[in-house]
Nanobody, 121 residues
Framework: QVQLVESGGGLVQPGGSLRLSCAAS????????MGWYRQAPGKQRELVAA???????NYADSVKGRFTISRDNAKNTVYLQMNSLKPEDTAVYYC???????????????WGQGTQVTVSS
């Protein structure tokens, strides 16, 4: 059993900052890439940022220069620091991990339950 638990969402004014965290727990053997996705009402889920186990990162063009993804491999945790937030960043943010499980072959995609981020004055 693997769980991804997100925290850190909330309401913030335009120009403000939030930091999201996502901790993976359970029978994890190793974690490959971890990432953050978001889904706004009426829109498809989109990749926000991703980070490999080696620390290579990838960002959506809309968040480059404002968001920073990082991870703590010892804690199986990924973070998303969001600065200069805009109303269009409002969405449910989901954590994702591509990982392998103890005593089971292959790698699997796991998702967190989502955390709401609302940017509004």
């Amino acid at each position: 059993q693997v769980q991804l638990v997100e925290s850190g969402g909330g309401l913030v004014q335009p120009g403000g900052s939030l930091r999201l965290s996502c901790a993976a727990s359970g029978s994890i053997f190793s974690i490959n890439a971890m990432g953050w996705y978001r889904q706004a009402p009426g829109k498809q889920r989109e990749l926000v940022a991703a980070i490999t186990s080696g620390g290579s990162t990838n960002y959506a063009d809309s968040v480059k220069g404002r968001f920073t993804i990082s991870r703590d491999n010892a804690k199986n945790t990924v973070y998303l620091q969001m600065n200069s937030l805009k109303p269009e960043d409002t969405a449910v943010y989901y954590c994702n991990a591509d990982l392998s499980v103890v005593a089971r072959e292959g790698t699997y995609d796991y998702w967190g339950q989502g955390t709401q981020v609302t940017v509004s004055s």
